[in-house]
């Protein structure tokens, strides 16, 4: 099998890591920077305002799907007597 000088594989293994840090460092950035731009491209989208109609009946239509639901499930509520 073929070795190298003690002092040569250092050298290797230094270089190798040297390489791969940089590799590490580049992809970091490179994911760091897409991040950034798939959530400026998110947060710059526009989002649907609701009219003031809507949002005046929201309590109104909240309370009638609250009543409808307890009027369902009437049949299915126990009241115990201490």
């Known amino acids: ?9 250092t050298v290797l293994e230094w270089v190798i890591l040297r390489k791969l ?3 590490i460092a580049a992809l970091a950035i490179a994911c ?10 998110l947060s710059g989208q526009p989002t649907v305002a609701q009219n003031e109609a809507q949002i005046a009946r929201a309590p109104e239509a909240l309370s009638a799907s609250f009543a ?3 009027r369902r499930v009437e049949p ?3 009241i115990s007597k201490p």
Request: proline share 4%; charged share 20%.
């Open 68 to 70: 409808e639901i307890a």
């Open 32 to 41: 760091l920077v897409a991040g950034i731009g798939i959530g400026a491209m």
């Open 21 to 23: 840090r940089v590799w």
């Open 1 to 9: 099998m073929f070795e190298l000088p003690k002092d040569q594989t």
């Open 76 to 78: 299915a509520v126990v």
